[in-house]
């Protein structure tokens, strides 16, 4: 499949995990990139692992600075000419697990900050050059935590319920410049985020267990949430658009209830 050849993406938290899948799966398809991410080792290794001959650009920075956004988007247009799909991926966890009368307000700002604001702003930017293009895809990675409470702390599950809903409301503002904009929600998927998670359970012998509360008894891998990406982002998904597609074993889809 071709469905990028000719077409430029953007994708932040392009430096590991599922942005450094997205990157893969779209350069094979055809398309060129402009990759973010804040760190730039992790930039590198995903071009080195891009198809040859693939065209690229990176960009150390931090999706959460609207000087810099606005720069990274600028600076995109003046190398490419265009940007046809933007991948808001770049997101953080941040560890923090506590419950309701012990949140920290440093966690819930910096948790926002990347995961929310972040989306905003370059939604900001290129929608505006998407606009005058009357054409583009816009793909936000979300989670199942935005959709059931339960993984990640409740920072990060109130971040990704913004995101799915910021999706559906920027679908609304964007439809009549024929601009689709949609979300993916992983349920578990092994990458720098969840590494603890998975070394822990590796250590006592409970890898297992990690996808069980699933209905295909698996956890997911980074290039299975890349191709629902690279299927939103496409023209395959034309009809498409304020969805949140859950890419996650079925997990979402049972009530899990003991037994
Ligand atoms: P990851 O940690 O491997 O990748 C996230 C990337 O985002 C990293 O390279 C990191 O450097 C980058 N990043 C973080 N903050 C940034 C910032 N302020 N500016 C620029 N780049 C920044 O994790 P991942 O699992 O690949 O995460 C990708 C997305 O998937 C995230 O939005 C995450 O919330 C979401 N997600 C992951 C899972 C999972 O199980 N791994 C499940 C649901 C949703």
Redesign the pocket.
Known sequence: MQRYSNKIALI??A?????RATAKRLASEGASLML????ED?LQQTVSELPEGAQVMTRA????VEAEVEQCVADTLANYGRIDVLCN?????GGDYSIAPEQSLETWQKIIA??LY?VMLFTKYVSRHMQEQNAGAIVN?A???GIRSGAGGNAYSASKAGVINFTMTSACDLGQWNIRVNAVC????E????QPVFDYARANNKEAKLGARCELRRYGR?DEIASAIAFLGSDDASYVTGQALAVDGGNTASLNLPG
């Not at 430096?15 to 942005?19: L, P, R, Y």
């Not at 992983?186 to 998927?189: A, H, I, R, S, T």
């Open positions: 932040t938290g430096g590991s995990g599922i942005g973010v991410d804040r760190n992790g920075m931090d999706v959460s991926n770049a997101g953080i966890a990347v995961n972040g990675t989670s199942v935590a992983p349920g578990l998927v990458t720098g985020m969840t980074p």
